[in-house]
């Protein structure tokens, strides 16, 4: 091994970490605030959270609160989440056995992932898929195998052979994002159905991700996997309350899974994070036991920040159609830019510099980065005026000649 070789293995940064690419949408934001851009790039609220939650918060820091709750959360949040599981989706979660309370979804999946696989097993991901799900896969030391979600007229699907095709003897879980970021999708019934028939053909888990749940438009309802026939023991499910109540920044999601993968997960999110922070605990849960009403108008909130966004989008010649559920929407870009490799940050840089608007280049979510190079997300947790300032200046987008 020479010098060079050992002084940068000692000082750099891990063969590990050295596979993560730097998450575009940071730099997107970066750039935004540079260029004084309106950001639709991170999805997160720019309005106020609700004041019922808040004030809960703030109550439980004044009662002081503020000390290390139960590793795997709160009781009161953990019983909270256990009562509407069973209250909204009649699935039977307990509180002690299955709920573990992370620092949101985001570390719920991460735990659940180094808690559940090995190196050599096999994952199953959807693609576009969301940025976290690359490093998750690398971190757990799983390979993952992906599937592809096209768009048609009808909305996204996947082909059913080429997800049978995916699952093998090595295959120990499949991620499941739905309502689903980027694309909007949501999982039918059917569907669902199927992947429920592979997991129990090959003896696999179904890990999903469902921070949207209350996000869905068009009538659509919300159906976790784990209330399907036979899945209750093989699924993890993830959600929390960053995007039902707007709170991105109090970082409290959860994970509710078969008492003996808890195990395993509060083991791993006790070493990772000790826990999530305690007062927010106390805050979600009065969110959760008070909020049934707020989330069953939520959706209709959305749904007009989607009628503001989307239509306009399509009438300035992005190509794309209404998400079914979530807040972002994949747009094609083939009417502004040259097709070609790196086409879509190259577009996503220009259009924050010239017109002034973040979006995320498509390749973010896509193992190859060629295969989302027509494309950028927009989202639309926004408030009306900035939605119509963002609108106002992509209508003055000139097409490529
Ligand atoms: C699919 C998906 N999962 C999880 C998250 C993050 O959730 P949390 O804030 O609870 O970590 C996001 C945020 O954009 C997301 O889009």
């Given at each position: 091994?020479?010098?060079?070789?050992?002084?940068?293995t000692?000082?750099?940064?891990s063969?590990r970490?050295e596979?993560?690419?730097?998450?575009?949408?940071?730099e997107?934001?970066?750039?935004?605030?540079?260029?004084?851009?309106i950001?639709?790039?991170q999805?997160?609220?720019d309005?106020?959270?609700?004041?019922?939650?808040?004030?809960?918060?703030?109550?439980?820091i004044?009662e002081?609160v503020n000390?290390y709750?139960?590793t795997?959360?709160d009781p009161?949040?953990?019983q909270a989440?256990?009562a509407?599981?069973?209250?909204?989706?009649?699935?039977?979660v307990?509180p002690?056995r299955h709920?573990?309370?992370?620092?949101?979804?985001?570390?719920?999946m991460?735990?659940?992932?180094i808690?559940?696989?090995n190196?050599?097993?096999?994952t199953v991901i959807?693609?576009?898929?969301?940025?976290?799900?690359g490093?998750d896969?690398?971190?757990?030391?799983?390979?993952?195998?992906?599937?592809?979600?096209r768009?048609?007229?009808?909305?996204?699907?996947?082909d059913?052979?080429?997800?049978a095709?995916?699952f093998?003897?090595r295959?120990?879980?499949i991620?499941i994002n739905t309502?689903?970021?980027p694309?909007g999708?949501?999982?039918?019934r059917?569907?669902?159905?199927y992947i429920?028939?592979l997991?129990?053909?090959w003896d696999?888990?179904a890990?999903?991700?469902?921070?949207?749940?209350?996000?869905?438009?068009?009538?659509?309802?919300?159906l976790?996997i784990?209330?399907?026939?036979g899945?209750?023991e093989?699924?993890i499910?993830?959600s929390?309350?960053?995007k039902?109540f707007?709170v991105?920044?109090?970082?409290?999601?959860?994970?509710?899974a078969p008492?003996?993968?808890a195990n395993?997960i509060?083991?791993v999110?006790?070493?990772?994070?000790?826990?999530a922070?305690?007062?927010?605990?106390?805050g979600a849960?009065?969110?959760?036991d008070h909020?049934?009403?707020?989330c069953?108008?939520l959706a209709g909130?959305?749904a007009a920040?989607?009628?503001?966004?989307?239509?306009?989008?399509?009438?300035?010649?992005?190509?794309?159609?209404?998400?079914?559920?979530a807040?972002?929407?994949?747009?094609?870009?083939?009417?502004?830019?040259?097709?070609g490799?790196?086409?879509?940050t190259a577009?996503?840089?220009?259009?924050?510099r010239?017109?002034g608007v973040a979006?995320?280049p498509?390749?973010?979510f896509?193992?190859?980065?060629?295969l989302?190079?027509?494309?950028i997300?927009?989202?639309f947790p926004?408030q009306?005026?900035?939605l119509?300032?963002?609108v106002?200046r992509?209508?003055?987008?000139?097409?490529?000649?």
């Amino acid at each position: 091994m020479s010098a060079t070789t050992i002084a940068s293995t000692r000082h750099g940064v891990s063969h590990r970490v050295e596979n993560f690419t730097e998450s575009v949408i940071r730099e997107m934001t970066r750039l935004a605030m540079e260029h004084d851009a309106i950001n639709l790039a991170q999805g997160f609220p720019d309005f106020a959270a609700p004041d019922f939650i808040k004030e809960a918060a703030i109550q439980a820091i004044r009662e002081d609160v503020n000390q290390y709750s139960v590793t795997w959360g709160d009781p009161a949040l953990r019983q909270a989440i256990a009562a509407k599981y069973q209250r909204i989706y009649h699935m039977p979660v307990e509180p002690d056995r299955h709920v573990t309370v992370c620092c949101g979804a985001t570390e719920a999946m991460i735990s659940t992932l180094i808690a559940v696989l090995n190196p050599g097993d096999e994952t199953v991901i959807f693609e576009p898929f969301y940025e976290n799900y690359g490093p998750d896969s690398i971190l757990s030391g799983a390979q993952p195998r992906f599937v592809p979600l096209r768009p048609s007229p009808a909305g996204w699907s996947f082909d059913r052979d080429e997800l049978a095709a995916a699952f093998n003897a090595r295959t120990r879980a499949i991620i499941i994002n739905t309502p689903n970021n980027p694309t909007g999708k949501v999982f039918t019934r059917a569907e669902l159905e199927y992947i429920r028939d592979l997991c129990v053909r090959w003896d696999a888990l179904a890990i999903t991700d469902e921070i949207y749940e209350h996000i869905l438009y068009d009538g659509r309802q919300h159906l976790p996997i784990a209330t399907l026939d036979g899945m209750q023991e093989r699924t993890i499910t993830i959600s929390g309350v960053s995007k039902t109540f707007s709170v991105t920044g109090w970082r409290i999601g959860w994970a509710l899974a078969p008492e003996a993968l808890a195990n395993g997960i509060r083991k791993v999110h006790d070493f990772l994070t000790v826990g999530a922070p305690a007062p927010l605990q106390i805050g979600a849960a009065h969110a959760i036991d008070h909020g049934d009403e707020y989330c069953r108008r939520l959706a209709g909130e959305y749904a007009a920040r989607r009628a503001r966004l989307v239509p306009p989008l399509q009438a300035a010649g992005f190509n794309c159609q209404l998400p079914e559920g979530a807040y972002y929407v994949i747009a094609g870009i083939e009417r502004f830019a040259e097709p070609g490799d790196g086409a879509d940050t190259a577009f996503a840089r220009r259009l924050v510099r010239e017109t002034g608007v973040a979006g995320v280049p498509g390749s973010s979510f896509y193992h190859d980065p060629r295969l989302g190079q027509s494309q950028i997300r927009f989202c639309f947790p926004k408030q009306d005026a900035t939605l119509d300032a963002a609108v106002a200046r992509l209508r003055r987008l000139a097409p490529r000649r």
